[in-house]
């Protein structure tokens, strides 16, 4: 199985995050016909159709290490009430065979809330630049919303093929992102759900915050890098 095939030269590439919906929506790499619509901070908004015809509604963030990976939470009209979490990694030369990989533990956590246990999976199409994950579940999914939605940053980690991988996003403006996606997809005749107002959960009293990813999923022990994060 031939899975990220380009991305050790993708993501060695520490690139300066882009803010404005142009730059942000124009590296969608599953879009066609993407119509752009507001930047909300670190994120941005905006609509598009497949090539079968479905329409979808985005909120996307760049990783704030690497513009070659974006973070996208997705709803298809009119079903506005389901979300899908996916992250895109691109690369610089085209995949030479599809690829399938599924049931990937990893773990995701906002600041410092509760490590969640997720399970993913990859896509890899021939001839496409890029690889699709996607978070297929949370463990304690009601609260993630509005977890990000007040928070700063939200790290994912997995372990594909043996190999160990970390991504930070920003959470600024998140919240008023995904309301947005919530307004333009009901705009088809869906709910529009609201991402919640709950308090991040920020460091707590007289413990020093991590100096690294890989801090924040580790809170046996202090971490140097990414990877103690998980």
Known sequence: MFLFHAHGRVLKACLTALTGVALLLSSLP??????????FEDWAT???????????????TNDSKNT?????????????????MLIFVSSSTPISKDAA?????????????PIRATKSSIREKKGKTYSTIEIDSFQNPKTLLQE?????????????????????FSLKGFGQAFERI????????????????????????GKKPPKSDSDFFDDKKPAKSDKDFF
Do not use: W
């Open 30 to 39: 599953a879009a066609a016909q993407v119509t752009p619509d507001k930047t």
């Open 46 to 60: 905006g609509t598009f159709s497949s090539d079968d015809a479905k329409r979808y509604v985005i909120c996307r």
């Open 68 to 84: 070659s990976v974006s973070l996208e939470l997705v709803k298809e009209q009119p079903a506005c009430g389901n979300t899908r």
């Open 101 to 113: 990989l599924s049931d990937i533990e990893g773990e995701l956590r906002v600041d410092e809330a």
């Open 148 to 168: 990000m939605s007040t928070g700063q940053t939200v790290r994912i980690h997995f372990k594909i093929n043996g190999t160990e991988h970390y991504y930070r």
């Open 182 to 205: 919530g307004h333009l997809c009901s705009a088809s005749g869906g709910p529009a759900p609201k991402a919640g107002g709950q308090k991040p959960a920020g460091a707590p009293k």
